[in-house]
């Protein structure tokens, strides 16, 4: 069935140094993959989003690689702070439908 | 502008009463969705609704589970006989319909305890 997959579960930072999420989908027909932070005890809310017809988007600090024949795609944060700290979930579109399938989150801590 | 917005934000119930839980979408948005978050867990979708039309229930976990959606705007998430399993945050997004993936905008979540 339709399946999106996240790693890590959990990813400890000090502030300044990189952070990479990744996450593989199975749906060969998905089209569309944002990426939603977390705060504790927020909504999630949308940091940036890649359709499939490009490789790589970025938006300052935050940059999404998308590649398509592996079925897999990456956050990557740089220069983290500790206000990045938060749950990050990934998710990827299914087939022709609005509805998404979302990873199991990463829990990102960014220690001063 | 207004967000999305879900009431009541907490529900205590006792097990095997039904509850009712409420999407306000934002104004304009054809497109409604209803999630379910576990503690620690990431979001499960439940069903999807395209104006007052469900093309996707497939994520309802059993018949117990129902939704609706009036007038394009307001859903209702009704829960029957609910069960301690069903303890956990429901959120409820909405987007603009284009024929492209747009960004999910969510609510607040309303926080259901089944004792």
């Known amino acids: 069935g339709e399946n999106v997959e996240q790693h890590p579960s959990t990813l400890s930072v000090q502030e300044g140094d990189s952070a990479v999420i990744k996450c593989t989908y199975s749906d060969s027909a998905s089209n569309y993959f944002p990426w939603y932070k977390q705060e504790l005890g927020k909504r999630p809310q949308l940091i940036i989003d890649i359709r499939s017809n490009v490789g790589e988007k970025k938006d300052q600090r935050i940059a999404v690689t998308l590649n398509k024949t592996a079925k897999h795609f990456s956050l990557h944060i740089t220069e983290t702070q500790p206000e990045d700290s938060a749950v990050y979930f990934c998710?990827?579109?299914?087939?022709?439908?609005?509805?998404?399938?979302f990873g199991t989150g990463t829990r990102l801590l960014v220690s001063p | 502008g207004a967000g999305v917005s879900q009431s009541p934000s907490n529900k205590v119930t006792e097990k095997g009463k039904d509850v009712e839980l409420r999407c306000d979408p934002i104004s304009g948005h054809t497109a409604l969705y209803w999630y379910r978050q576990s503690l620690g867990q990431g979001l499960e979708f439940l069903i999807y609704?395209?104006?007052?039309?469900?093309?996707?229930k497939s994520g309802l976990p059993s018949d117990r589970f129902s939704a609706e959606r009036t007038g394009g705007s307001v859903s209702t998430l009704t829960i029957q006989r609910t069960q301690q399993e069903d303890s956990a945050v429901y959120l409820c997004?909405?987007?603009?319909?284009?024929?492209?993936?747009?960004?999910?905008?969510f609510g607040p979540g309303t926080r259901l305890t089944v004792l």
């Open positions: 609704f395209q104006g007052n039309s469900a093309p996707d």
């Open positions: 997004a909405s987007s603009l319909e284009t024929g492209f993936h747009n960004e999910q905008f």
């Open positions: 998710a990827a579109s299914i087939g022709g439908f609005q509805k998404l399938v």
